[in-house]
């Protein structure tokens, strides 16, 4: 069974930061790219970030672009997001997505072709 596992979120001021972790881990695991989204209340997930696991530029929505960054431990199957000058509107839930290593890696706007998923964790940004 194959889990992904967050960690990192928290309550922050407007302007602060936080550090997002996402740990997968179980029996036969692997993947070719790896993501991050959000969920506000009464909103659609929102794709926030994707990384390819063996090379390749991530991909930011616009919205974080210069503001996150996405990034991976492949040796430790960790993935991660800093988060900077952080706004009211960046609080949401935050996911971390992997996809299938026999299938292209999905988009951000695709939420629905991500293969596994993690349970999220909270992000709340005070203005």
């Known amino acids: 069974q194959v889990q992904l596992v967050e960690s990192g979120g928290g309550s922050v001021q407007a302007g602060g930061s936080l550090r997002l972790s996402c740990a997968a881990f179980g029996y036969g695991y692997d993947t070719n790219c790896m993501g991050w989204f959000r969920q506000a209340p009464g909103k659609e997930r929102e794709g926030v970030a994707r990384?390819?696991?063996?090379?390749?530029?991530?991909d930011y929505a616009d919205s974080v672009k210069g503001r996150f960054t996405i990034s991976e431990d492949s040796a430790k199957n960790t993935l991660f997001l800093q988060m900077s000058t952080l706004k009211p509107e960046d609080t949401a839930t935050y996911y971390c997505a992997a996809g299938s290593i026999w299938l292209a890696c999905p988009p951000l706007s695709r939420a629905d072709e991500w293969n596994y998923w993690g349970q999220g964790t909270q992000v709340t940004v005070s203005s």
């Open positions: 990384i390819y696991t063996r090379g390749g530029s991530p």
